[in-house]
């Protein structure tokens, strides 16, 4: 069968993924993606699959059906990860920037659990699954999770393993304060905003004095507080002595102008 090539082209923007570029050019050429792909011999079950590994023949015909060249199609596919980079990467959109998504675009580095702004425009990316869960972000939580999210790139991008350990164990913090249990990269993708905020929040607060700010975190939230900190320090003894004498001391403090009003 010889390929010929689709009536109408869109070029690609930076930074866009396959499988979003692959949507505006089904709708640009009036069809939707699987009919396109169907038309020009693909077969595949989620063209988001295609984001992270794809033959040299599909890009073929892809780029034949687009009249683009095949490394330019290529270039839309993520290109080989570290493990980490690869963990904190998803797999499927989790958020977009409600602006450049309305232009029917789908850009790589919003899939990274560390993209706070849009790139392109500067909007908040918001999650597309966004529960409500009745937890606005104000606006200085907003700054810090942003600062988070900043530390949380630089630690992936200098392929530092202590300043990433650094980083999960305030998530594992975070969560526990919020009572989210499971995988740490999920939290960081969490449908409840406020807990990916938090968590992204909690990775600042541990940058300058993990010790002294992951204690301040807990100062009003007691029981949770403790367990969460066994369960994030539970294998360093020494850590968790020094940061539940801090929340101790807190909880004391916070208490003591209560206790003296009985008097
Ligand atoms: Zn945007």
């Not at 199609?73 to 998803?90: C, I």
Request: hydrophobic share 50%.
């Amino acid at each position: 069968m010889t390929l010929r090539p689709l009536p109408k082209t869109v070029a690609p923007v930076p930074d866009e993924l396959l499988s979003g570029w692959l949507i505006r050019l089904a709708t640009i050429n009036y069809c939707e993606v699987d009919e396109l792909l169907a038309h020009i011999g693909i077969s595949v079950r989620h063209p988001a699959t295609f984001d992270f590994e794809v033959d040299m023949a599909t890009l073929e015909k892809i780029a034949i059906a687009a009249r683009l060249d095949p490394k330019t199609v290529g270039s839309l596919v993520f290109p080989p990860m570290s493990q980490a980079e690869a963990l904190l990467t998803a797999q499927f959109p989790f958020q977009s920037c409600p602006d450049c998504s309305r232009q029917g675009l789908a850009l790589r580095h919003w899939r990274r659990a560390w993209a706070f702004d849009c790139q392109i425009c500067g909007t908040r990316l918001l999650s597309i699954f966004a529960i409500p869960h009745g937890e606005l972000a104000s606006e200085k939580l907003l700054h810090r999770a942003r600062r988070g999210a900043g530390h949380l790139e630089l630690a992936i991008a200098s392929n530092s393993a202590a300043h990433l350990r650094r980083a999960m164990r305030a998530v594992t913090f975070a969560m526990a304060l919020k009572t989210v249990r499971g995988d740490k990269a999920f939290a960081l993708q969490h449908p409840r905003p406020g807990v990916r905020i938090f968590c992204l929040a909690a990775i600042d607060a541990a940058q300058a004095h993990p010790l002294i700010k992951a204690a301040m975190f807990s100062r009003s939230i007691d029981g949770f507080a403790r367990a969460a900190l066994l369960r994030t320090y539970g294998k360093e003894p020494r850590l968790l002595a020094a940061v539940d004498q801090i929340v101790k001391r807190n909880l004391r403090s916070a208490l003591l102008p209560e206790a003296e009003s009985h008097i």
